[in-house]
Structures are given as C-alpha cells and as structure tokens.
C-alpha cells in the first residue's frame, strides 16, 4: 500500500498529490491495525506464561518486530515519508518470520532472568535496535535511489556492488526463514550421535568422562556433525546420507548442525537472488530504483539520521547501562566480556562513530547511508551470530 502511495503520480489521472495523501493514510491506518495485534499478542502472552515476553529467541525477536513498527509510526509521524514503510515494514516482516523458525513455547524463567531490571533491559535494547532498523531501512532506500546503476566509473561499480551485495545478504535470511519453514512441513528429520569428552575439572567424578550425545536435524544434512554416526536420517531429493562431514575442528555437538544451516540459507539464498536477477535481467536494486524516484534523497538522508540519533541514547541505556545493572543482579559483575556484551559495545562504539562523522565531518548522502547499513548488519551479527553460534552467558536466548 505504501508502494502504491509514492507510485501514484505516474498513474494517477486525476490528482496524484491527492490519491497519494489518501494511500498514505489508509497504509498507515492498516500498519496501526497491525500494531496493535502484536500488542494484544504481547500482552496476552505476558498474562500466558506469566513474564514479559522476551526471554527466548523467538520472543526477543517478536519483540524486535514490534518495536521497529513503533519506531516506524513514530517517524512517519514526525515527517510524514509514506516512502519510509516501503522498506521499513518488510524488515519487521523479516523479523517476525524469522523469530517464527524458533519454538513458540512460552517456558519458565532461568534464575537469571527472573529480574524487573532484565525487562526494562531487554525493552528498551529493542527499541532502539528498532530505531537502527528504521535508519537502515532508508539508508538503503537512498542508496537505492541515488545509484547510478548504468555507471562504468570505478565509484559506480563498487556502489553498485555494495547495493546488490546488501540485497544477496537480505535474501539470505529470507532463505533461511523458508527453508526451515519447507522442510518443517515436511516433517524432515535425521538425528546423529558423536562421542563427546568431558573434562575432569567439569565432571563429577573428577575424572574425564566420554559420554554420547545425540543432534537432531530439521533442514537435511548436506553437513553432518565430526566424527559422529547416523541414527535416523529420511531421505531428500534421492540423498541418502550427508555429503560433508563438518571439520575436525568445529567439535561442539551442535557445531554440525550450525554450519549445515548456513550452508542452506547461503544456497537458498543464493537461488533467490539469482532467479531473480534472471527473471529481470538486471541488478535487482535497478529493479527496485524506479519505484523510489519520486522521493526525495536528502529527506531519505535525513529521515535515516535522525532515525539512528533518536535510536542511539536509547540503545545506550539499554543494551548497556540497563543491561549492566542486571548483569550485576544476575552474576554479580557489572561487565565479563562475554560475547553478546562485547558485541553490544562493538555496535555501540559504530554508531558513536557514525553521529561522530555525520556531526563533526559533516558526512551526509551516501558515505552516511552506507554506515548506517553496515551498522545494522552488525547488528543483526549481534542478535543472530552471536545467540546461535558464539556460546555464552547469552545462550539461554538461542533455545
């Protein structure tokens, strides 16, 4: 609907200014029903299982989605841009199907979790993630937008590239979320078991310990895990056993099962974007260009700053004032260097440095709107690189 509201001039007969005001408000008005259904699911599943929904993957990034819809109705009503939901929303639409991959179950609370602070903590981190969302979301609309896709220059290519390359990584995770979902209706299933060593200093007995540990598989496993053997496995397209062993060095049980997942979501992803590049016989951001000329750039600019300077404080207290009171309540240390806190620091140090150069070297245009979608790339690193691959303190968060 919002696609429709800024393609409206070059279609319109009567008055475009007028079919678009009145698109504008009906997309919106749809985007608030929208809200306000995941607010009711929020509240009813709080009022479920007793606590704020936010405890696992799959309710943190139902969160996430939430919230980048506020943030969302929060610009638009600031400046109006029917063009910012053109990008916007499908990002929430992205996150709420890929928190969809995760089980739903509401469960109960670790020990570590059972704190107010870890609400307000986990809540306002959304929020302004959600912000960074919106910033990234229009970022790559100016991109987009200002592009010379017909360009040879040396510039052009490389700016072109970096769009294409943006798009391939997008479709990437949308290859993930649909190859989980395919093989999850075909009720796909293989299961291997690996001897596992267990340390002394981490045994019971004191003594090291050679114990079997079993994987499932829910996507088919072009990789199985090292050293392990087959207990069930249903066969896929004629295949009748894992074309890989995973390397020696990836021991972990479940090392197996991680790398057979980004092996998918890169093949799926990959089929995508190339079936689209042949079905429209050009960078897919060229595709995408004509529906955004009506914008314009320097209010895609702003919108993304001003986006990403209302994000910022709020991600601070969040991700990292909040988030190191709880940490003190849970483990009893403000700061560990675990993973997921050295990672929150990490996007917080970036966006320091993007309102740095925007303020004090004036960066604007496209060197802005670049920062702004590799820092959101570091941020989704953050929430899915580190829950489900790096283990830590964290790892409650990729059950």
Do not use: C
């Not at 936010?54 to 989605?65: G, P, V």
């Not at 919230?67 to 939901?85: K, L, N, Q």
């Not at 969302?133 to 937008?145: D, K, Q, S």
């Not at 999850?184 to 001897?195: I, L, Q, R, T």
Request: a neutral charge; charged letters at 15%; zero cysteines.
């Amino acid at each position: 609907m919002f696609v429709i509201s800024i393609t409206g001039k070059k279609w319109s007969n009567r008055d475009p200014e007028a079919h678009m005001k009145r698109w504008s408000r009906f997309a919106f008005g749809v985007t608030v029903l929208g809200i306000a259904s995941q607010i009711i699911y929020f509240i009813t599943r709080w009022i479920y299982s007793g606590h704020i929904p936010n405890a696992n993957m799959f309710e943190f990034m139902t969160l996430l989605s939430m919230m980048i819809i506020v943030g969302f109705i929060i610009i638009y009503i600031i400046y109006r841009s029917a063009g910012t939901g053109v990008f916007a929303l499908p990002v929430a639409f992205i996150v709420q199907a890929y928190a969809m991959v995760f089980p739903w179950e509401a469960e109960p609370l670790i020990p570590a979790l059972q704190d107010n602070w870890l609400k307000i903590h986990v809540t306002t981190a959304a929020l302004g993630e959600a912000f960074f969302a919106v910033g990234f979301a229009t970022g790559l609309m100016y991109l987009i937008r200002t592009v010379n896709f017909s360009g040879t220059s040396k510039k052009e290519r490389r700016s072109i590239k970096g769009v294409e390359f943006t798009i391939f990584v997008i479709l990437v995770v949308v290859g993930f979320i649909g190859s989980v979902f395919l093989f999850n209706g075909m009720d796909y299933h293989a299961e291997f078991s690996k001897d596992v060593i267990v340390p002394a200093e981490e045994s019971e007995l004191e003594l090291e310990q050679v114990t079997t540990e079993n994987v499932e598989y829910t996507l088919p496993p072009i990789v199985k895990p090292y050293n392990s053997e087959i207990v069930s496995m249903d066969s896929y397209f004629g295949i009748q056993k894992p074309l890989f062993e995973a390397p020696f060095w990836m021991q972990g049980v479940n090392a197996g099962r991680k790398l057979n997942t980004v092996v998918w979501a890169f093949i799926i992803g990959t089929l995508l974007y190339y079936t689209l590049r042949l079905i429209l016989r050009k960078p897919i951001g060229a595709s995408i260009q004509p529906i955004l000329n009506d914008l314009d750039p320097d209010d895609l600019d702003e919108i993304s700053y001003r986006s990403i300077a209302l994000g910022f404080p709020i991600f601070t207290l969040g991700a990292l004032i909040f988030a190191m009171i709880w940490a003190h309540i849970a483990w009893e240390r403000f700061w560990g260097w675990d993973p997921k806190e050295v990672w929150a620091l990490i996007v917080w140090l970036f966006y320091s440095v993007y309102l740095h150069l925007r303020l004090s070297r004036g960066w604007q245009g496209s060197k802005s709107s670049w920062l702004s979608v590799i820092g959101f790339l570091i941020v989704m690193f953050t929430l899915v690189g580190v829950n489900l691959v790096i283990a830590g303190l964290h790892s409650y968060a990729g059950v």
